[in-house]
């Protein structure tokens, strides 16, 4: 078999939007295959490195658990418990694991950190989430959307709550995808769209107040007050975020069929209400288990390229 060229998933606007027309084809043929407990492991003898310097669930079981059910194996390395943490340089780790396995994926802190990993690994590598991005996320968020409800495209999606990774996505997305992103943050919390690294201002709109915000969105989502690495400032933002919470009266103002998203794990009462995160409008757990059969797909492209089955 022919291996595909090197690539790297370090940022969502790192593949074209025909490419994740083909990851979300993929993704419903793979899940299919897990639901009809039919047989799928094209990745037999290749290996995951997964490198957590974050704390993770979801992350983890659904990659581990993914590698596995395709044929594969997975190591799985923390900063305490490896090198990582004990100051070898970041460029001697990518050498070193890369030479080693066939793919790496990496929750880290900066950014930078992933890049210069990538900069010298042979092998792909998967961001898992980093303080500016959440690609992986997205792409589970996305292929949800379109399970429920078709194609994202000219659809107005909310963003109710920190400027973060989650945020950050989102911005890219939009811009590739052509949706609208109507964002609403404390003040001092605000999106940079320099970070998110996107271009064109069409994609999103800003608001002060969230109630306006989610106005006819058909899609309502937010995040944790405080992102992990961002624990000191809890109490500050515990304040500054009062106001953000979804719910009830929040999703009355979207699409009377608006879903609703969090990537979890969630604080009922803080960002969200347990009346809306349990109610029949969210989509969470469909969310959640999605980040198995994209990443799936996302590792079957890495690996194989396109794939007909
Ligand atoms: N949503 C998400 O990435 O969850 P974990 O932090 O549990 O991996
Ligand atoms: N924004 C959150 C997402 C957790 C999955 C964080 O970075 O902690």
Same mark, same amino acid.
């Given at each position: 078999m022919q291996k595909p060229p090197l690539r790297h998933?370090? !940022?969502?606007?790192?593949?074209?939007a025909a490419e994740y027309a083909e990851v979300f084809h993929r993704a419903e043929v793979i899940k299919n295959k897990f639901k009809s407990y039919e047989k799928y492991q094209p990745l037999v003898d290749r290996t995951l490195a997964m490198i957590f310097e974050k704390a993770s669930t979801r992350t983890r079981v659904s990659f581990e658990a993914g590698m596995y059910q395709m044929g594969g194996s997975v190591v799985h390395l923390t900063t305490g418990d490896s090198q990582l943490g004990r100051a070898e340089p970041i460029e001697d780790s990518a050498k070193v694991i890369s030479r080693m396995v066939d793919l790496v994926m990496i929750r880290t802190f900066g950014q930078d950190k992933i890049e210069r990993f990538a900069a010298h690994s042979r092998v792909p590598v998967i961001n898992g989430l980093t303080n500016e991005f959440h690609p992986c996320q997205i792409l589970a968020d996305l292929f949800t959307f379109i399970e429920h409800r078709?194609?994202? !495209?000219g659809k107005v999606v909310a963003w109710v709550g920190d400027g973060n990774n989650m945020a950050n996505t989102w911005l890219q997305a939009a811009e590739l995808l052509g949706f609208t992103v109507h964002v609403s943050t404390p003040s001092g919390y605000e999106i940079d769209p320099s970070i998110a690294g996107i !271009?064109?201002?069409?994609?999103y709109r800003v608001f002060k107040d969230p109630l306006e915000a989610c106005a006819g969105a058909h899609l309502v989502t937010t995040d944790v007050w405080t992102s992990m690495g961002?624990?000191?400032e809890n109490e500050a933002r515990l304040s500054a975020f009062a106001k953000w919470c979804v719910n009830s009266e929040m999703m009355a103002q979207? !699409? +009377?069929?608006a879903l609703f998203m969090h990537c979890l794990p969630a604080h009922r009462g803080e960002e969200v209400s347990a009346e809306v995160i349990?109610? +029949?409008?969210?989509?969470v757990w469909d969310e959640a288990e999605n980040r198995m059969h994209v990443q799936k797909a996302l590792m079957e492209f890495l690996l194989l390229g396109s794939v007909k089955n």
């Open positions: 998933y370090l !940022q969502f606007k790192d593949f074209t078709g194609s994202i !495209q !271009q064109n201002t069409h994609c961002y624990e000191a979207a !699409q +009377p069929n349990d109610g +029949p409008q969210s989509v």
